[in-house]
């Protein structure tokens, strides 16, 4: 029997062993939500919607038990644990006050006795899901799928079974139908066969960019619907006329958020001539003050990476980048062992032809690209395969809205504040960040079937 195990990044020791789902027991686990799916869709949609509640009230019940479990499977510290758990519930709120709204039928005024769009559960939706931020990803694709009426089969990463086996346990606990979320506990090699089964109506996947290409490939041959929500290396340009103090404090904050391994983060930040200098320190004083520890550790302010193998991985990009010609401004050191810490790292003078300023770096790595101009800077800005998010600093608010929203090319921008999802908004990328978008009624309208009803 093959197992998934967790591990403790900050000290690299086995917390649990668990034993993963074979053939059968996955089949059995698609036949159960069917049966269940064929029942939630028949519920009221304002009785899923105050299941959503029970759920935020579950949440917050279990805040600190959750916060927990994401500290000690990947790292991240309590505090920023307890936050991304909150925002779970929150968002549990938004789609239930609302996802109804989103869901009603929306009248067309034609020359038929009635003509309409309604709105219609599909099935089995599955969630191929990233340890990074173990709840939140998984539950802003689970709540609007539930309120439509579909249930959800949840592959999570292999390293976080824990967190996985926990969220499973909330809906229970709000009382949902026992197998309305079910976690599938397999290996990424084993999701073409769940999405190879006929009950499996369509697949949503945060990711890499490769898992997406694997995921979207096998979806398409079985022409099942996918979102992909992928990579990103998102630039953050700080214009001649940036309020520099500000821009330093955002990109830094950014950078900081999850040890840098959040989708959305100021991979690259592309910095105009006129600022270099003044950016570099203030980057580096910021990162260099910040206390690297153990998660649980209420001082710390960043902890280990996720697993010992992506900080090798990271600290191979730093020291490919150094000798292309990066300069290192701060850290650069690989601590080595079993446990996943990595310093918090700058490189500066970063140019076309270094990896780190083609390569998406995830975790805590700082990336300076200079610019000469502010033109020169937007050209670096979408000169990548990547398209999730970006973020222009300026003074002149309306010069750098227009920059934002005609020329960047992303799926999220922002003016003078760092990128974040936000249940209000839709949240996807272009390019190779992937397509269709999370969250909002954007996010609501991806796994339904949308119906035209005509009564002539
Ligand atoms: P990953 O290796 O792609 O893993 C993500 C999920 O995909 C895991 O559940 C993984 O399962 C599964 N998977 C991997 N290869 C697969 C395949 N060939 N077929 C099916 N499933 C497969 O990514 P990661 O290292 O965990 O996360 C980092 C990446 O995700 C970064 O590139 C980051 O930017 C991106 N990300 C994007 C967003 C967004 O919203 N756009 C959010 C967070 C992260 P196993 O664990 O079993 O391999």
């Not at 999405?195 to 398409?220: D, E, F």
């Not at 140019?351 to 083609?358: C, E, F, N």
């Not at 936000?422 to 909002?440: A, C, H, W």
Request: net charge neutral.
């Amino acid at each position: 029997m093959s197992e998934q195990t967790s591990i403790n990044p900050a000290t690299g020791e086995v917390i649990k062993s668990y034993t993963e789902h074979d053939e059968k027991a996955v089949l059995r686990m698609i036949e159960q939500a069917h049966a269940t799916y064929l029942q939630w869709r028949r519920v009221p949609l304002t009785d899923r919607a105050a299941a959503l509640v029970r759920i935020a009230d579950v949440i917050m019940k279990n805040k600190d038990a959750y916060a927990e479990i994401i500290a000690l499977e990947m790292g991240k510290p309590l505090k920023e644990g307890l936050a991304e758990v909150e925002k779970c519930a929150s968002a549990a709120r938004y789609f239930a006050e609302k996802g109804p709204a989103f869901l009603a039928d929306q009248p067309l005024a034609t020359e038929y006795k009635k003509s309409y769009v309604t709105f219609q559960p599909i099935g089995i939706i599955l969630g191929v899901m990233p340890w990074n931020f173990p709840f939140w990803q998984v539950l802003r694709y689970a709540y609007p799928a539930l309120l439509a009426g579909n249930v959800c089969l949840l592959k999570h990463a292999s390293n976080t079974p824990g967190c996985a086996l926990a969220i499973e346990s909330i809906f229970r606990e709000a009382g949902l139908p026992e197998f309305a979320f079910q976690s599938l506990l397999i290996p990424g090699k084993r999701v073409a066969e769940v999405i190879a089964h006929p009950h499996v109506a369509a697949v949503t996947l945060t990711g890499s960019t490769p898992a997406g290409r694997s995921v979207a490939s096998v979806s398409g041959h079985h022409l099942k619907k996918t979102v992909l929500e992928l990579g990103g290396s998102d630039p953050y340009l700080i214009l001649e006329d940036a309020d520099i103090e500000h821009a330093i404090k955002t990109c830094a904050a950014s950078r900081l958020t999850n040890c840098g391994q959040s989708c959305v983060s100021a991979k690259r930040m592309i910095v105009t001539q006129k600022h270099l200098l003044r950016f570099g320190e203030g980057i580096v004083q910021i990162l260099a003050a910040q206390k690297n520890g153990d998660p649980l550790d209420s001082a710390t302010t960043y902890g280990p990476m996720s697993r010992a193998d992506l900080r090798d991985e990271l600290h191979d990009q730093v020291q490919r980048s150094i000798a292309a010609g990066a300069k290192l401004l701060l850290g650069g050191k690989n601590p080595g062992g079993k446990s996943a810490f990595y310093p918090f790292t700058v490189l500066t003078d970063v140019k076309k032809g270094i990896p780190a300023y083609t390569e998406e770096m995830f975790g805590p790595v700082a990336v300076i690209i200079p610019a000469r101009d502010d033109a020169h800077a937007l050209e670096i800005a979408n000169d990548t395969e990547f398209g999730l998010g970006g973020a222009v600093f300026s003074t002149d608010l309306e010069r750098a809205e227009t920059i934002a929203r005609d020329h960047v090319e992303s799926g999220l921008c922002f003016v003078n504040m760092m990128v974040r999802s936000d249940p209000r908004f839709p949240f996807g990328g272009v390019k190779t960040s992937g397509y269709g978008r999370e969250l909002s009624a954007f996010g609501l309208h991806e796994f339904v079937n949308i119906k035209t009803i005509i009564v002539a």
